[in-house]
């Protein structure tokens, strides 16, 4: 059993893994692939999970709590596959969209995670997970199991993948919640004050996209105020005027 860790929701998580957990020794998936300037500070880990009952649980206890409300933690684990996991995952990192433009994928990250294996096509999915079973907490905090239904993994490529337009647009429209959110969080001096929890407002802002009376085509100050309205509705989004009477 491993776990996987995206180090940009957190970069002095690594630090606190070593102090306390000092004989861990996470690899880092650009390692040899990738270099810059504060990279190797975000870049994705993976390390095992201990063996010892005692020490997994203390270890798992201690990722739960330092990951909580941020969407950078999930684990895998190999099944009866030969391929080392790191190099697995490492294989998976490199997309390309229909219009020849290259990107990262970036899997570490659970909100990512849950968006591609909805977009994938069969093929990639089974590429994606081959010889391996996945847990995660989704949006609504709800532990999400993936795995691999054959049992005798495929040979590793390094190819990237490529997605279509039809899967691009399916990833923008799934990741389209998560954007607004981000932007209200941010954004809270002219849009109000997220007072909920993020998988209430991420569920709420999901529903109003959903809504039949939504207008997908809709101007982006539209769908703002849409979003807003909804959030308000809900007792979940305050506004400035409420907040400084408070």
Known sequence: MYALIDNAFDTGFAQRLHSRFPGLHPMSLYAGFYDGPGLAEIAPSVFRIPDGETERRTLLE???????????LSFLRRNASPHDPVAHLQDQMEAVDHEGKAFLIRFADTRSLDTLLQMFDGAQRERFLN??????????????????ASHA????????YVFSKAQMEHFEALARPDGLLRLIQTNAHWLGTLVGTPS??????????????????AHDAAVFRAVADALSE?????????????
Do not use: V
Request: glycine share 16%.
């Open 62 to 72: 201690f990722l739960l709590y330092e990951t909580s409300g941020k969407p950078m």
């Open 131 to 148: 010889g391996s079973r996945w847990w995660y907490f989704r949006r609504d905090g709800s532990l999400q199991d993936m795995g691999h």
């Open 200 to 217: 209430q407002t991420h569920g709420c802002i999901r529903m109003a996209l959903e809504g039949a009376g939504f207008n997908s085509g």
């Open 153 to 160: 993994p495929a040979e590793r490529t390094g190819e990237p």
């Open 234 to 246: 809900a007792g979940l989004l305050q506004s400035q005027a409420t907040t400084g009477q408070s």
